[in-house]
């Protein structure tokens, strides 16, 4: 999704950050009817990330408020370390390889039915269970689904370098 052909100097050229909000904000006024000069930049997808164009190009926020700061855009993946995705500030931001991405996750996916992060109903009972450095752990079988979500999240402190929660 990120135009990664954009260049710092194009990018403040256009829009003004604001590190401590995390917002970007037009600086330019557009061709046309309205301007967008003093606005802030962009929609949030349903993903839950702000993205807006350059150049006809989408550009996700976060990644572009990495580009916005240190003139070169990140190696890697952008972590919202408070798992918030339309949390773009600096602070929040962090370059790290996809694992700590992935293990910084704070919510359950949509297609889990239990609505807790690391536990799913198998035959009555909620499992709670962990994937860390390759393998999967089982973390046991409880009667109440938040007893298991407790299970995890200890687990999920103790094992991914990248939880924040």
């Known amino acids: 999704m990120a135009n990664e052909n954009v260049t710092a100097q194009r990018l403040r050229d256009l829009l003004r950050y604001e590190p401590e909000t995390g917002e970007f904000i ?5 061709k046309g009817r309205h301007s967008i000069e003093g606005k802030q930049a962009g929609f949030v997808n349903r993903r839950g990330y702000r993205i807006f164009g350059i150049d006809g190009r989408p550009v996700q926020a976060h990644r572009a408020a990495w580009l916005y700061v240190h003139g070169e855009w990140p190696d890697m993946f952008i972590d919202h370390i ?3 995705r339309g949390d773009n500030r600096l602070e929040n931001l962090r370059d790290v390889i996809r694992r700590t991405n992935q293990e910084n996750l704070r919510i359950a996916k949509a297609n889990n039915k239990t609505g807790f992060l690391g536990v799913r109903l198998e035959q ?4 709670a269970r962990i994937k860390a ?5 089982h973390l046991g079988m409880f009667e109440k689904p938040e007893d298991a979500s407790d299970a995890y999240i200890k687990a ?10």
């Open 82 to 84: 408070n798992g918030n």
């Open 124 to 127: 009555g009972l909620y499992r």
């Open 156 to 165: 999920k402190r103790e094992l991914h370098v990248g939880c924040t929660i």
């Open 26 to 30: 037009w600086r330019a006024h557009r």
């Open 133 to 137: 450095h390759g393998k999967t752990i």
